[in-house]
């Protein structure tokens, strides 16, 4: 069964600290590895991007890592902002005839003053 | 323009209204999808469209009833619809199948 998991379920940081949310999937076959970020009643933005040879992708603050042989992946944000509270959300694309997403539960990050 | 579109941002409709959901997206992109979010849980997906057509129902009730005008349109037709309908309502399109998908930013929906 095609399966994204993510810990932690929450997390609270404080401003200018930087954290690290995880991510595990059992979807076969792998086509690639999205990070989102949802703000509260808003759509996703779409933050990274690693297809299964790629190991590391940085979007200004956010550097995502991916371990295709242990299919695991990362998202580190350094240096928090409040802006940063958030969901961030794992997806991962099964290689179908269509990019069939596979959304994990998110993680929610609260940056605290 | 790289973004989608989407109105209203909030609804309110009663179960014997009928309403639409309005997409948009002027990236050139064939392929559009309706979600629906649940608060706490991740988008569901509900329709997808390719090249205008309907490719993908995720067996979703004939209450929700997409509609595909033109290549930049995509709306959702709302009919006798239950408070458990009450959700975020997602529309994301991509260049085609395999590429990217650009999400809007929703339609609160709340059926009394």
Redesign the interface.
């Known amino acids: 069964k095609n399966q994204v998991e993510q810990s932690p379920q929450s997390l609270i940081i404080l401003e200018g600290k930087n954290c690290t949310l995880q991510c595990n999937y059992t979807v076969s076959p792998f086509s690639n590895l999205r990070w989102y970020k949802q703000d509260t009643g808003r759509g996703p933005v779409s933050l990274t991007i690693m297809t299964f040879s790629e190991n590391t992708k940085s979007n200004g603050r956010y550097t995502a890592t991916l371990d295709a042989d242990t299919k695991q992946s990362s998202l580190h944000i350094t240096a928090s902002q409040l802006s940063d509270s958030a969901s961030y959300i794992c997806v991962v694309s099964a290689r179908t005839g269509f990019q069939k997403l596979v959304f994990g539960t998110g993680t929610r990050l609260l940056v605290s003053p | 323009d790289t973004e989608?579109t989407?109105t209203p941002k909030h609804l309110v409709m009663g179960m014997t209204n009928k309403k639409s959901l309005k997409c948009e997206q002027h990236m050139g992109h064939r392929?559009m999808y309706w979600y629906k979010q649940k608060a706490?849980?991740?988008?569901e997906?509900m329709f997808?469209y390719?090249y205008e057509k309907l490719?993908?129902n995720e067996s979703v009730p004939s209450r929700f009833s997409p509609e595909c005008p033109n290549s930049s349109l995509l709306n959702l037709h709302l009919h006798a619809l239950q408070p458990e309908d009450s959700a975020?309502y997602?529309c994301?399109s991509?260049q085609d199948?395999?590429?990217?998908?650009?999400?809007?930013?929703?339609t609160?929906l709340l059926v009394l």
């Open positions: 989608v989407q392929a706490k849980k991740p988008p997906l997808v390719s490719s993908i975020l997602l994301a991509s199948f395999q590429e990217t998908q650009y999400f809007g930013p929703g609160r």
